[in-house]
């Protein structure tokens, strides 16, 4: 399809076990976010790149998370050392301009359907 | 952070518009009134968005007052699709969506 793209969509993982989230965004995007999303909350924004650079990660909540876009394309959002309260659902979404072609913007962001994580 | 406040749900019924408010008093001169809605299950989408004047898409119309500091979202008639949880965004610094808790709408038939 044309619209962003996640895997997996779902992810049970024990706790302290490393686990990887993949964002496939729509093709020629620029922007690249990642939001993760707990029960009953609205989404929270983790971290941003445009191409291949990460130009925000002031929302990563702790060292033990860690994204990259080395090519500028997909994504992978890792988590190491997985503990209950990163069970969440993470969110990738992608636009086609950069910030810095829009300044503030009214860029419409695209979201894909999220990567559920389950800590045990 | 940016701020923004709406009720924490409202019901309608099927067929019927629907107004959803929204207040952002520390919005300032450059920042642009997003709307997006979540579906059960799935990940945000995009409704509509503008600066100063009203704007309306097959979606949804945006009513923003004079002073910019509150909007209303409205649908024109409410179906059960409709039915998901509604966040009201400014982005001050252009590279995020800060987003708050949403109204949650339900829609009766």
Known sequence: ?120 | DAKTTQPNSMESNEEEPVHLPCNHSTISGTDYIHWYRQLPSQGPEYVIHGLTSNVNNRMASLAIAEDRKSSTLILHRATLRDAAVYYCIHDPEGDKLIFGTGTRLQVFP
Do not use: M
């Not at chain 1, 962003?4 to 993982?13: D, E, L, N, T």
């Not at chain 1, 925000?56 to 190491?80: H, N, Y």
């Open chain 1, 1 to 120: 399809g044309a619209g962003v793209s996640q895997s997996p969509r779902y992810k049970v993982a024990k706790r302290g076990q490393d686990v990887a989230l993949r964002c496939d965004p729509i093709s020629g995007h620029v922007s690249l976010f990642w939001y993760q999303q707990a029960l009953g909350q609205g989404p929270e924004f983790l971290t941003y790149f445009q191409n291949e650079a990460q130009l925000d990660k002031s929302g990563l909540p702790s060292d033990r998370f860690f994204a990259e876009r080395p090519e500028g394309s997909v994504s992978t959002l890792k988590i190491q050392r997985t503990q209950q309260e990163d069970s969440a659902v993470y969110l990738c979404a992608s636009s086609l301009l950069g910030i810095s072609a829009q300044g503030v913007s009214g860029n419409t962001i695209y979201f894909g359907e999220g990567s559920w994580l389950t800590v045990v």
